[in-house]
T-cell receptor, first 111, second 120 residues
Framework: TQLLEQSPQFLSIQEGENLTVYCNSS?????LQWYRQEPGEGPVLLVT?????EVKKLKRLTFQFGDARKDSSLHITAAQPGDTGLYLC???????????FGTGTRLLVSP | ETGVTQTPRHLVMGMTNKKSLKCEQH?????MYWYKQSAKKPLELMFV???????ENNSVPSRFSPECPNSSHLFLHLHTLQPEDSALYLC???????????????????FGPGTRLTVL
C-alpha cells in the first residue's frame, strides 16, 4: 500500500509569514499533484509536477518534486488569509487512474 | 450548471434508512469517481466508473451501492449504514484515454462540493 505523509498536520500563522508543507512517501510516483480544499468545497487542483527535481511557481506558491520522485514540498511566501484551507498532495502512477492522497495539512492564516 | 454538482449537500439519516446521493458532471468527461473523506483518514477512493462501467471497487462494504446510468450521472445508494460511515462524500470526474483495451492516460480530476453525511 502506498502512503503519503504530510507535515505538519496543522499550521496556524499570521498574514505575511512564510511556510513550507511537506509530502513524503517511501514509494516512487510518476507524478504528483497538489490540491487545495476550502470549507464546504471539493479539492481544487493547484499544480502537477512530473519530473524529478521539477520546480513550479504559481504566484506566491512554489512547488518542488523530489529528485527521486518520492517527496514534494509546497512553499508559500507572504501568506494571506485567502490561502487558508486544507492542502492535499496526491501521487499518481503512470497508466493508473487512482490518486493516492496524502494525509493533508490544514492551514489557517490570520489577518 | 457548470463543473461537478452534488445533491444533497447535507444528509442526516438513521441506520435503517435508505437514501441516495447524486452527482452530475457538466464537463463531457468519460470517467467518474466516488471518494470518502473522513476526519481521521486520507481521502479514500471508493468506486471508479469508466465509460459507464465500474472498473474499481476499493473493498467498499455492500451497504454502499453505486450506479452510473450514463457518463454524466453517478449515484451512491445507501442502506443500513453505520455511524462510522459519517463523512464527506465527494464525486469527481475526469477524461481518460485508451489504447486498445487498456486505459493509459490520466488527466486532472474535477471534484464536486461533496455531500456531508451524518448517520445517527
Amino acid at each position: 500500500t502506498q502512503l503519503l505523509e504530510q507535515s505538519p498536520q496543522f499550521l496556524s500563522i499570521q498574514e505575511g509569514e512564510n511556510l513550507t508543507v511537506y509530502c513524503n512517501s517511501s514509494s516512487v510516483f510518476s507524478s504528483l499533484q497538489w490540491y487545495r480544499q476550502e470549507p464546504g468545497e471539493g479539492p481544487v487542483l493547484l499544480v502537477t509536477v512530473v519530473t524529478g527535481g521539477e520546480v513550479k511557481k504559481l504566484k506566491r506558491l512554489t512547488f518542488q518534486f523530489g529528485d527521486a520522485r518520492k517527496d514534494s514540498s509546497l512553499h508559500i511566501t507572504a501568506a494571506q488569509p485567502g490561502d487558508t484551507g486544507l492542502y492535499l498532495c496526491a501521487g499518481i502512477n503512470t497508466g493508473f487512474q487512482k490518486l493516492v492522497f496524502g494525509t493533508g495539512t490544514r492551514l489557517l492564516v490570520s489577518p | 450548471e457548470t463543473g461537478v454538482t452534488q445533491t444533497p449537500r447535507h444528509l442526516v439519516m438513521g441506520m435503517t434508512n435508505k437514501k441516495s446521493l447524486k452527482c452530475e458532471q457538466h464537463l463531457g468527461h468519460n470517467a467518474m469517481y466516488w471518494y470518502k473523506q473522513s476526519a481521521k483518514k486520507p481521502l479514500e477512493l471508493m468506486f471508479v466508473y469508466n465509460f459507464k462501467e465500474q472498473t474499481e471497487n476499493n473493498s467498499v462494504p455492500s451497504r454502499f451501492s453505486p450506479e452510473c446510468p450514463n457518463s454524466s450521472h453517478l449515484f451512491l445508494h445507501l442502506h443500513t449504514l453505520q455511524p462510522e460511515d459519517s463523512a464527506l462524500y465527494l464525486c469527481a470526474s475526469s477524461q481518460v484515454a485508451t489504447s486498445g483495451n487498456r486505459l493509459w492516460s490520466y488527466n486532472e480530476q474535477f471534484f464536486g462540493p461533496g455531500t456531508r453525511l451524518t448517520v445517527l
